[in-house]
């Protein structure tokens, strides 16, 4: 079943040019608003799977408004599009829980990524509320775990059948020896819930731990005893409700694993698992305070594949894929702990090389990376031949913050290709 998705985008080409995309992928675009009072109207009526939220919308309300009230109203996940955000608005709209955030301009292959972790973690989120509501259904059935004991927990006056299930034992074993139960507790938890019975019964108490049955599978329990009082306020009961929670668990396991995935596509490159652009930046930026601080050097790559096109045209874009992996994977090796190789999108990489002595180091590399690009492989049984044109920048030669340098490796890689590819150059006025 196709997802559905909602457009907000007060730029009509750009919203046109994501629909597009979106169904060449084959989502199915149920509407396209440009302001933040419509797209409360169409998520109301429309009900899509997820929306698309430029933050930036014209008109009395923003993206980051309309967002909070879908998310409020509707329980529809929200994804931003946005091209800048001042660091207020980006505090904000992380105030409204978003599914993600995409960079625009952003490729196809990124939004697409965007889209599925976003419909997912929703998926995963409605999955763990269905999960409590069931827990707590089953709670007052009284299919969980019940028991009612003296104060102390040495004797036991009753059991609930779901012991059996939950503890794989029987009824009748713990009825002559209540406190056996804590033989089917995990070692590791057992001392926490051994402290819980001897703590003095007066409040209500809880505790999670795992049940080890006898064979060999493991059932977390959240454990809750409260203290049944006489007219005196003093216990002369205890009960308790045993409730098997492995499946929140896991659903809370697998949504941890997903945030981490979150946090890596957003700052990797899917492909080649190398840092993408934005983390570049962000260690250029770092090695350049700290190269201000001691007095430093440093170099920017910027790496252009040569005959990347042709492969990808005779071998198909699988091939080309293997080809950037192999690549990323080379570059990754040839680099120092404290160096940066990342994947700038298609078929361009950057490096970014710390604390260097000179451009000698500089160069040194970008021979090696030459080299290395150059050494031949194997796709579709194909002995295939690949080049490279690189451009270095250094700081403080030939600039003193992140953009002058990134714009000169640039130029100085396009001069490199105009002088017959597959050789590096320094940038020069």
């Not at 929140?248 to 890596?264: G, T």
């Not at 994977?329 to 710390?354: I, N």
Request: proline fraction near 4%; charge should be negative.
């Amino acid at each position: 079943m196709k997802a559905k998705l909602l457009i907000v985008e007060d730029e009509a080409f750009i919203a046109l040019e994501i629909k597009t995309r979106l169904q060449k992928m084959g989502y199915e675009v149920c509407g396209m608003v440009s302001r933040g009072e419509d797209a409360i109207l169409q998520a109301a009526a429309m009900r899509p799977d997820l929306v698309l939220m430029d933050i930036c919308l014209k008109g009395a309300m923003s993206g980051v408004d309309a967002a909070a009230i879908i998310r409020e109203k509707n329980r529809i996940p929200v994804v931003y599009l946005t091209s800048h955000a001042d660091e207020e608005t980006l505090e904000r709209a992380k105030r409204t829980d978003p599914y993600g955030f995409l960079l625009k301009p952003f490729q196809e292959k990124d939004l697409r990524i965007g889209i599925e972790i976003a419909l997912h973690k929703h998926a995963m989120e409605r999955q763990l509320l269905e999960s409590e509501e069931k827990f707590r259904l089953v709670t007052e059935s009284i299919d969980d775990v019940f028991w009612l004991s003296s104060p102390d927990f040495k004797e036991l006056l009753y059991i609930s059948p779901a012991y059996e299930k939950v503890w794989g034992r029987r009824r009748e074993d713990l009825c002559r020896d209540p406190q056996s139960f804590l033989d089917s507790v995990h070692p590791a938890d057992r001392g926490a819930v051994r402290s819980l019975l001897e703590h003095p019964p007066f409040e209500s108490l809880q505790l999670e731990y795992r049940i080890v049955k006898p064979d060999g599978s493991i059932t977390w329990v959240r454990d809750r005893r409260f203290p049944v009082l006489d007219k005196q306020g003093q216990p002369y009961r205890l009960a308790g409700v045993a409730t098997d929670i492995s499946a929140q668990k896991e659903a809370e396991l697998q949504l941890l694993v997903l945030n981490r995935k979150l946090q890596q596509q957003a700052t990797h490159d899917v492909l080649t698992g190398l840092p993408n652009r934005r983390l570049l930046i962000d260690r250029l930026d770092q090695a350049l305070a700290h190269a201000r601080r001691n007095g430093g050097h440093l170099a920017l790559l910027f790496i252009d594949l040569d005959g990347f096109k042709d492969i990808n045209d005779r071998l198909g874009h699988t091939a080309g894929d293997e080809v950037l992996e192999i690549i990323g994977q080379r570059l990754k090796h040839l680099l120092r702990s404290a160096d940066t190789a990342a994947r700038l999108g298609g078929d361009e990489f950057g490096l970014v090389l710390s604390n260097i002595s000179d451009r000698q180091d500089a160069r040194l590399v970008a021979k090696k990376v030459l080299e290395a690009i150059f050494t031949p492989f194997m796709i579709r049984e194909e002995r295939c031949y690949i080049s490279a044109s690189i451009g270095i920048s250094l700081y403080p030669e030939h600039g003193a913050s992140t953009d002058e340098l990134i714009s000169r490796a640039d130029a100085a890689m396009y001069k490199v290709k105009r002088s017959g590819k597959g050789s590096f150059g320094f940038y020069s006025e």
